[in-house]
């Protein structure tokens, strides 16, 4: 089956982000959308440890492991970054002054519900910062891909792991479309050329509406 790269979804999730906009980015996988910001346009990243308005990752060799993101990994700065409490931060995202989290994903319902964390053997061992982000943000994006490693649906009608948050999931950009929550339904907004309706439809647990015209999505080779 023909998809998307992980970076490949990053880049399109990217296109989305409005000059200006305050995002947080979930650890591991929606960090890579920082790298893909379109021309013109610069988002002020956010992290949950204390940190606004950071610059790229530094080059190997050069990491200042006091400059760190909440997953840990080594950020640089630059004029205009802001450091502050950890508790500051959360009173940040708490206050609604993020414009956009955007998130990994286990399974998110046609409700907008999310499960990105999990407490089984190989799960992470809490919901963290998480549970504040998405209800906090004035948007929740969620990346991923479609299907699980075993070819399990993803997009679903409900969900059966453990809930980081209710009905807070927008739009979802996966190996195969672009669908967003609406009314309670998944709507598909784009997805691969290669890919007809009903084979899309095979690989999602719950309904896919349509809305007017899908788009083809498209993206670069990366």
Same mark, same amino acid.
Request: glycine share 12%.
């Given at each position: 089956?023909?998809?998307?790269?992980?970076?490949?979804?990053?880049?399109?999730?990217?296109?989305?982000?409005?000059?200006?906009?305050?995002?947080?980015?979930?650890?591991?996988?929606?960090?890579?959308?920082?790298?893909?910001?379109?021309?013109?346009?610069?988002?002020?990243? !956010?992290?949950?440890?204390? %940190? /606004? @308005?950071?610059? =790229?990752?530094?080059?190997? $060799?050069?990491?200042?492991?006091?400059?760190?993101?909440?997953?840990?990994?080594?950020?640089?700065?630059?004029?205009?970054?802001?450091?502050?409490?950890?508790?500051?931060?959360?009173?940040?995202?708490?206050?609604? !002054?993020?414009?956009?989290? %955007? /998130? @990994?994903?286990? =399974?998110?319902?046609?409700? $907008?519900?999310?499960?990105?964390?999990?407490?089984?053997?190989?799960?992470?061992?809490?919901?963290?910062?998480?549970?504040?982000?998405?209800?906090?943000?004035?948007?929740?994006?969620?990346?991923?891909?479609?299907?699980?490693?075993?070819?399990?649906?993803?997009?679903?009608?409900?969900?059966?792991?453990?809930?980081?948050?209710?009905?807070?999931?927008?739009?979802?950009?996966?190996?195969?479309?672009?669908?967003?929550?609406?009314?309670?339904?998944?709507?598909?907004?784009?997805?691969?050329?290669?890919?007809?309706?009903?084979?899309?439809?095979?690989?999602?647990?719950?309904?896919?509406?349509?809305?007017?015209?899908?788009?083809?999505?498209?993206?670069?080779?990366?």
């Amino acid at each position: 089956m023909t998809k998307l790269s992980s970076t490949q979804i990053a880049w399109r999730a990217a296109q989305d982000i409005t000059d200006g906009a305050y995002v947080n980015l979930g650890i591991g996988f929606p960090e890579m959308v920082a790298k893909f910001q379109p021309p013109g346009r610069q988002a002020i990243f !956010h992290t949950e440890n204390g %940190i /606004l @308005g950071f610059g =790229e990752a530094p080059a190997p $060799g050069t990491e200042d492991w006091d400059l760190i993101n909440a997953g840990k990994k080594a950020v640089t700065i630059k004029p205009g970054t802001a450091f502050f409490h950890h508790a500051d931060s959360f009173a940040m995202v708490r206050g609604g !002054h993020l414009d956009v989290a %955007i /998130l @990994g994903a286990y =399974e998110v319902a046609e409700n $907008g519900d999310l499960a990105n964390w999990s407490t089984g053997p190989k799960g992470v061992p809490a919901v963290g910062g998480a549970m504040d982000l998405v209800h906090g943000a004035k948007r929740v994006a969620v990346i991923t891909d479609h299907v699980t490693k075993d070819g399990k649906p993803k997009l679903v009608q409900q969900c059966s792991l453990p809930l980081t948050g209710v009905g807070c999931v927008t739009r979802v950009y996966t190996s195969l479309a672009v669908v967003d929550i609406q009314d309670g339904h998944f709507v598909l907004r784009e997805k691969l050329a290669s890919m007809s309706f009903d084979e899309l439809q095979s690989l999602t647990g719950a309904t896919l509406h349509r809305d007017g015209d899908v788009a083809d999505l498209t993206v670069p080779e990366l």
